[in-house]
């Protein structure tokens, strides 16, 4: 966070020599003056050190060379007059507080602390200074346990297949972590044009292929950049700056996918999201339902704050709002990353406890859905230098971020990557897709698609199937899912799964048959769960049996059976008794919920109807189920 104390105080300050000057050094340091004021800050330097040389206890000369030098950013060089004038004379006590700041921009933090405490001894010092102040002790103290405690960091630059001489930033990847979007600039004469490029990984090899230019309408002669793709690949959301069709500076924008490496025109996502200022670096939710994105409090270069937008059922985005919680502060925070787990946002702020300038943060969200007290990413991973623009790849492990910091660059700013230290990661998440079609016509369907966690019945995630009936699923790894599909007209389908460690990170895919209503169809019912040899309902099953109750109250007119089956372990008259009282439990919970008895009949078929063969587990798993058959209609 380098706030130039000294500009902001300079034009308050009427210059009085602390001692007197010479009339020349005087006129030099005007002419100093008016050469600053017309851009020509070397000329300044030049009149500011013959001032100084005339009138070496000339304390705002000293002062000013050292501002300049602070402005363009040549710390050491500001340092210099600091720790001259230091030397030679007493100091004002407002020479602390610029010492101070610029020793923190080295990072010479035990030094500022001194310096910004000598500060704080002076009646004069401004209590808004001093607050500014004891935020930068607080910093300065952070960095140092932060860099006696370095946190593993050996990033990785992507290599000359994605980076150029120019500048590549705003990385975004997709679901399966198999392709990189990136912001890239490359200066004409005119200004600096920014566009989309895309590399795909290779994946025998695990590298990056040549990156090009996004085909379609993506890029045009206008900047465009700081991307986010959703998981399907379907929709990207960016920014575009000074359009015609704009609402504020920069605006968000959306593009569509038509097929063959083709996107749509972009559209501006309108006054709920953009807004009369800068509003820009989106970040779409997994599930495409939340738009995380950055607007500055008033215009581009003051402070900024994390906002977002909710999708509404027409599809619509509903009015943004600033992210509540302990993310934003008075100071900006940029770049937000919601990763695939949709529990876990990473960000920069120049607002929370760092090493100076932009660091990199992760926040989690709560069970209540707010969100956890930010964490610093460490040392070295932060610097005292601007490090913004991180994603996590798909599997939690992986950052990559835009750097001009690091050494081997190949351009003025390139990609890397880097492992993720264990407490700062993400949740695994595993990617299931498909295709829904009428079983009977083959035609696509757009049906109602819900995820549930088995062990606790709740919802984890709730979306639909495109026109196309294709649907790109993202959920957290390592836990036992249930899946229901419905479609008014056709029988409810269901399906559980184990996303292990081993297989999260492979694609699931499953296409689904529904199957239209009609009498003498039936389904099973792959989530209603019994213990062993019991027929009472475990309570995993509450969310399968609740999709068929919906199922019987939109279509009214529908009576069914219910049928169990077991496995051939045991006796026959036994298993049929057992398959009886579990058709009966599923019944019972049904009529509890208010279905007319007279629309249920049920039946136990034992082990006489297998499905597989009985001679495995897996076989006899596939028996042990309970079926509904549509018997009116």
């Known amino acids: 966070m380098r706030i130039l104390f000294f500009v902001l105080c300079f034009c308050l300050i009427q210059i009085k020599p602390i001692q007197a000057q010479s009339k020349k050094s005087i006129k030099l340091f005007e002419k100093a003056k008016e050469a600053d004021k017309e851009g020509l800050s070397q000329k300044a330097l030049e009149y500011l050190d013959r001032a100084i040389e005339k009138s070496p206890e000339y304390v705002e000369a000293y002062l000013f060379a050292a501002d300049i030098h602070r402005t363009e950013e040549n710390f050491n060089k500001a340092i210099f007059y600091y720790e001259s004038l230091l030397k030679s004379q007493e100091v004002p006590y407002y020479f602390y507080l610029f010492y101070g700041e610029t020793l923190f921009e080295i990072g010479e933090y035990d030094k500022a602390i001194l310096a910004f405490r000598e500060y704080l001894k002076s009646n004069k010092a401004a209590s808004r200074y001093k607050e500014k102040v004891r935020t930068y002790i607080a910093n300065c103290e952070f960095s140092i346990e932060a860099i006696s405690k370095p946190k593993p960091f050996n990033p990785l630059n992507l290599g000359e297949l994605v980076n150029s001489e120019n500048m590549e930033y705003?990385?975004?990847?997709?679901?399966?972590?198999?392709?990189?979007?990136?912001?890239?600039?490359?200066?004409?004469?005119?200004?600096?044009?920014?566009?989309?490029?895309?590399?795909?990984?290779?994946?025998?090899?695990?590298?990056w292929t040549q990156s090009r230019p996004a085909a379609g309408f993506l890029n045009t002669q206008l900047n465009e950049g700081a991307q986010s793709i959703t998981s399907d690949g379907n929709i990207i959301y960016f920014a575009a700056c000074e359009r015609q069709e704009g609402f504020g500076s920069c605006d968000i924008y959306a593009s569509f996918y038509k097929g063959n490496g083709q996107w749509s025109k972009a559209i501006n996502l309108g006054p709920n999201i953009n807004s009369r200022v800068w509003d820009t670096q989106p970040s779409i939710s997994s599930d495409g339902k939340t738009l995380y994105f950055v607007r500055a409090s008033h215009g581009r270069s003051k402070n900024k704050d994390i906002y977002y937008a909710q999708l509404q059922k027409d599809g619509k985005w509903g009015k943004a709002q600033k992210l509540e919680g302990p993310i934003n502060t008075p100071g900006s925070e940029t770049s937000p990353f919601i990763h695939f787990d949709n529990k876990t946002l990473y960000f920069s702020s120049d607002g929370h406890p760092g090493l100076g300038n932009l660091d990199f943060f992760v926040s989690r969200k709560k069970e209540d859905g707010s969100w956890g007290k930010p964490e610093n990413l460490g040392y070295p991973i932060n610097s005292n230098e601007d490090d913004f623009s991180l994603i996590v790849s798909p599997d939690g492990k992986t950052g990559y971020f835009s750097s001009e910091r690091l050494k081997g660059n190949i351009g003025m700013q390139d990609l890397y990557s880097f492992t993720l230290p264990l407490e700062s990661r993400a949740i695994e998440i595993a990617y299931i897709k498909g295709k829904i079609t009428n079983k009977l016509t083959g035609q696509p369907i757009s049906a109602q698609i819900e995820?549930?966690?088995?062990?606790?019945?709740?919802?984890?995630?709730?979306?639909?199937?495109?026109?196309?009936?294709?649907?790109?699923?993202?959920?957290?790894?390592?836990?036992?899912?249930?899946?229901?599909?419905?479609?008014?007209?056709?029988?409810?389908?269901?399906?559980?799964?184990?996303?292990?460690?081993?297989?999260?990170?492979?694609?699931?895919?499953?296409?689904?048959?529904?199957?239209?209503?009609?009498?003498?169809?039936?389904?099973?019912?792959?989530?209603?769960?019994?213990?062993?040899?019991?027929?009472?309902?475990?309570?995993?099953?509450?969310?399968?049996?609740?999709?068929?109750?919906?199922?019987?109250?939109?279509?009214?007119?529908?009576?069914?059976?219910?049928?169990?089956?077991?496995?051939?372990?045991?006796?026959?008259?036994?298993?049929?008794?057992?398959?009886?009282?579990?058709?009966?439990?599923?019944?019972?919970?049904?009529?509890?919920?208010?279905?007319?008895?007279?629309?249920?009949?049920?039946?136990?078929?034992?082990?006489?109807?297998?499905?597989?063969?009985?001679?495995?587990?897996?076989?006899?798993?596939?028996?042990?189920?309970?079926?509904?058959?549509?018997?009116?209609?």
């Open 451 to 633: 995820f549930s966690e088995l062990q606790s019945s709740e919802t984890i995630l709730l979306e639909q199937s495109n026109r196309a009936g294709n649907y790109f699923s993202v959920l957290p790894g390592n836990a036992d899912y249930g899946l229901n599909i419905q479609k008014k007209g056709f029988l409810v389908y269901s399906k559980n799964f184990s996303l292990s460690e081993e297989n999260v990170r492979k694609a699931y895919v499953l296409n689904v048959k529904l199957i239209p209503i009609a009498v003498d169809q039936k389904v099973k019912l792959e989530n209603v769960f019994f213990a062993t040899a019991s027929f009472d309902l475990d309570s995993r099953s509450n969310s399968e049996l609740n999709k068929v109750l919906d199922f019987l109250n939109e279509n009214p007119t529908v009576k069914i059976s219910i049928e169990g089956h077991t496995d051939n372990e045991g006796s026959k008259s036994a298993n049929l008794k057992l398959s009886k009282n579990r058709a009966l439990s599923v019944y019972h919970y049904l009529v509890s919920k208010g279905i007319d008895a007279e629309r249920l009949s049920t039946i136990g078929y034992g082990s006489s109807k297998p499905i597989a063969d009985n001679d495995s587990e897996l076989g006899r798993k596939k028996n042990r189920r309970t079926e509904i058959r549509i018997t009116s209609y």
């Open 170 to 207: 705003f990385p975004s990847i997709s679901a399966d972590g198999n392709a990189l979007v990136f912001t890239y600039r490359a200066p004409n004469e005119n200004k600096s044009d920014e566009d989309f490029f895309i590399s795909l990984r290779d994946t025998n090899t695990g590298e």
